[in-house]
Each structure stands twice: as C-alpha cells, then as structure tokens.
C-alpha cells in the first residue's frame, strides 16, 4: 500500500527557517515532489528529489533519504506570502502522483 | 503559454443533476490528470490518461464518474447523477516527458456545490 504522513499545521515567523517533514510508505518509488498550494488556488511544483541528498533552489530546500523513506522542506528566510499548504507527493513506476494531506504554514509577523 | 485551462470556475447544481467539467491541457503534453480535493481526504487522483487513452481509474469513486479525452486538447470528468458528497474542488492537470522532472502542471480547478 501507499501511506505519507505529514504534520498537519506548523506555524512560524517572518524571517525564521522552518522544515516540514514528511515520510513515506509505497513500493515502485520514482521520484518524490513539493508543492505550494495557496489558500483557493492550484497546486505550483516546488522541488522534486530522485536520489538521496539534498536540492537547493533560492529560499527553499528539498532534502530526501530513500533508505528511511524520508523527506523535508526547508524554507529559509520566512516571507509572509510564504504563508500556504505544502504538499508532499510520491511518484510511482506507472507516473501518477500520491499526495498527502499536506501541511499549512502559517507565517507571523 | 496559457497554461492548463478548466471550466466551469464555479458550479452549483442540486442534486440529482449532471455536471461536466472541462479541461484543456497544456499543448504538447501528453499527460493528463484528474483530482478531486477536500479538506477532509486531501487531493486525490480519480484518473489519468496518456496519449488521450486511460490508464488508471482506480480513483473513481463510483459508476457515477466517468470521464473522456477525445483528443489531446480535450478531456471532461461527468458527474452522474450528483450527490452532496461530490462537494469538492477539481483540478485537472499535465505533463510531459520532456519536463526536467515530469512534473505535473495544476489548472485553477472548478469548484463544485452539489445541494
């Protein structure tokens, strides 16, 4: 079966660093995503992790560890628009993407 | 490029009656996929084609969904007959090979109120 698991709501301060996490459970894996999701908007891709190590893109990182089943976020630098869900999505061998429930960040001033 | 495009934005209808929601995909990508999102199941995949052809439906819910791509510039997702409980955002998305990582790319979504 497939399971992913992420925290449910995380909150934190303009300028801070905050990393959301998020663990996996799926066989055929071939690729894991992060999405941005702003509150009644579509889902925008962040980062994506094949092999093990870590993708840095500006503000945001993406880290992965296959062997634990095991990704996070990292966001640097807290902007108040950083304020969103982000979701984490598994690939499997036959393309199509498994999501989870995703976790809202909430970004104070 | 306009991206992928959905409509209706927004759909009310009461329940009992049908309700196609359209989708243009992005030119060229070959991809396309269907997912329904609440707040209490999250955002799940109801079904996805390749080259205009079904691969997985798996995530229908029911006989009560059926959906169709005629062509590569075409799909719609029915809903018949609609049911309070098919209260959602739908989101049709694409993508293509030649993506740096296939990433799927979202359409604004049509949100649906079944009464």
């Known amino acids: 079966g497939q399971n992913i698991d992420q925290p449910t709501e995380m909150t934190a301060t303009e300028g801070a660093i905050v990393q959301i996490n998020c663990t996996y459970q799926?066989?055929?894996?071939?690729?894991l995503f992060w999405y941005q999701q702003h509150a009644g908007e579509a889902p925008t891709f962040l980062s994506y992790?094949?092999?093990?190590g870590l993708e840095e893109k500006g503000r945001f990182s993406s880290f992965l560890s296959r062997s634990k089943g095991y990704s996070y976020l990292l966001l640097k630098e807290l902007q108040m628009k950083d304020s969103a869900s982000y979701l984490c999505a598994v690939r499997h061998n036959t393309d199509k993407l498994i999501f989870g429930t995703g976790t809202r960040l909430q970004v104070f001033p | 490029d306009a991206g992928v495009i959905q409509s209706p934005r927004h759909e009310v209808t009461e329940m009992g009656q049908e309700v196609t929601l359209r989708c243009k995909p992005i030119s060229g990508h070959d991809y396309l996929f269907w997912y329904r999102q609440t707040m209490m199941r999250g955002l799940e995949l109801l079904i996805y084609f390749n080259n205009n052809v079904p691969i997985d439906d798996s995530g229908m819910p029911e006989d009560r969904f059926s959906a169709k791509m005629p062509n590569a510039s075409f799909s719609t997702l029915k809903i018949q007959p609609s049911e309070p409980r098919d209260s959602a955002v739908y989101f049709c998305a694409s993508s293509s090979p030649t993506g740096p990582h296939y990433e799927q790319y979202f359409g604004p979504g049509t949100r649906l109120t079944v009464t």
């Open positions: 992790n094949v092999l093990d």
């Open positions: 799926t066989s055929g894996f071939n690729g």
